[in-house]
């Protein structure tokens, strides 16, 4: 998670680079390792809740998180469960 979100902080991707204040949108039931890079560079973490059976993050509440500051998503399998 640390390098998949050092990768998008280059500089290479321009205005496409978060930078700091940018939102980025994870699951709520995650570990620490994907959000603390968020919260370290200065981006700002937005949880959506989960769906309970696989932990990951409930799809049809993804888009009501989305806001002109969201920058990315970044999703861990949680607990090893696959996404649908």
Same mark, same amino acid.
Request: a negative charge; glycine letters at 8%; aromatic letters at 8%.
């Given at each position: 998670?640390?390098?998949? %979100?050092? $990768?998008?902080?280059? &500089?290479?991707?321009?205005?496409? *680079? =978060?930078?700091?204040?940018?939102? !980025?949108?994870?699951?709520?039931?995650? %570990?620490? $390792?994907?959000?603390? &890079?968020?919260?370290?560079?200065? *981006? =700002?973490?937005?949880?959506?809740? !989960?769906?309970?059976?696989?932990?990951?993050?409930?799809?049809?509440?993804?888009?009501?998180?989305?806001?002109?500051?969201?920058?990315?998503?970044?999703?861990?399998?949680?607990?090893?469960?696959?996404?649908?």
């Amino acid at each position: 998670n640390l390098v998949a %979100f050092n $990768t998008l902080t280059s &500089p290479k991707l321009g205005a496409r *680079a =978060i930078q700091q204040g940018d939102e !980025v949108i994870g699951v709520a039931a995650g %570990f620490p $390792t994907t959000v603390n &890079p968020i919260i370290q560079f200065g *981006a =700002i973490p937005v949880f959506v809740d !989960v769906e309970l059976g696989t932990y990951n993050i409930d799809v049809t509440k993804l888009e009501a998180a989305i806001s002109p500051k969201t920058k990315a998503i970044m999703l861990a399998h949680t607990l090893g469960n696959p996404y649908n």
